[in-house]
């Protein structure tokens, strides 16, 4: 009888482990990447405007999950889903206050030989997480019964991506990092639009990846070669 009972337990564990695993998705695990980069970037920001704690969480957690946010909204999920699942803010959450406590132990953090390093690996995720929140946009749209809307589905896909780092650079007073440099969101413009497109002719699973992968290339290319757009003035070579 301890036998059975014993096995029994052992393919209780196996079940839930395979449950486990089966939630855990690799989008998932690439989402929490990017909310990681994305709350990097907005504590950053609310760091070196020398903003109080609460300043550089409020900076670090909008940046991760303010576009989703206005994706929920615009699509009538309320409340948005980061307050029913709000694993993300609690990443984002973390991740701001472990950049604030390393920059308050060490006040010359950010000026030593490491934040070149630090700065490149949070370029990679960034750009990883760009491209899992627009298609996961798009796909959200889709859910939600809006993906005959192609122009909506494009949209909300580009919001889910850049919104949050909109609306950190409004609070911190700055134009818009995503409108000026390298390429950002016609990164994600990209990326949405090769989604929708590939939407007819391959699996979902398949667009999202692919259509991801496009987002980081682009971001990545633009980054190695200063890939900018042009702008209405500019210098002329004598």
């Known amino acids: 009888a301890r ?14 482990w395979e449950c486990i695993m089966e939630s ?6 690439i989402e929490i990447i990017g909310t990681v980069a994305f709350a990097s970037s907005g504590a950053l920001v609310a760091i070196k405007q020398r903003l109080d704690l609460l300043g550089v969480v409020v900076l670090g957690v909008t940046t991760a999950v303010g576009g989703g946010m206005l994706r929920d909204i615009i699509l009538g999920i309320v409340p948005p889903s980061l307050f029913m ?12 206050m472990v950049l604030f406590i ?3 132990l060490n006040q010359q953090i950010l000026e030593s030989r490491y934040i070149s390093a630090y700065e490149k690996m949070m370029n990679l ?7 899992a929140f627009t298609v996961t946009g798009i796909n959200t749209a889709g859910t939600a019964g809006y993906g005959e809307y192609h122009f909506l589905s494009i949209f909300l896909g580009v919001l889910t991506g850049v919104g949050g780092g909109i609306l950190r650079d409004i609070l911190a007073g700055q134009s818009p990092y995503i409108l000026r440099k390298h390429v950002y969101a016609s990164a994600s413009i990209a990326g949405a639009i090769c989604y929708v497109c590939l939407g007819g002719w391959l699996s979902r699973d398949a667009s999202m990846i692919l259509s991801a992968i496009l987002v980081v290339l682009i971001r990545l290319l633009a980054t190695k070669y200063n890939w900018n757009l042009p702008t209405a003035y500019h210098t002329k070579n004598k």
């Open 3 to 16: 036998y059975l009972r014993g096995e029994q337990d052992l393919s209780a564990v196996a079940i839930g």
């Open 24 to 29: 855990i998705s690799i989008f998932f695990i």
């Open 85 to 96: 699942n709000p694993v993300y803010v609690y990443t984002a959450f973390l991740t701001a």
């Open 102 to 104: 390393l920059v308050w």
């Open 125 to 131: 995720f960034d750009a990883v997480g760009l491209g």
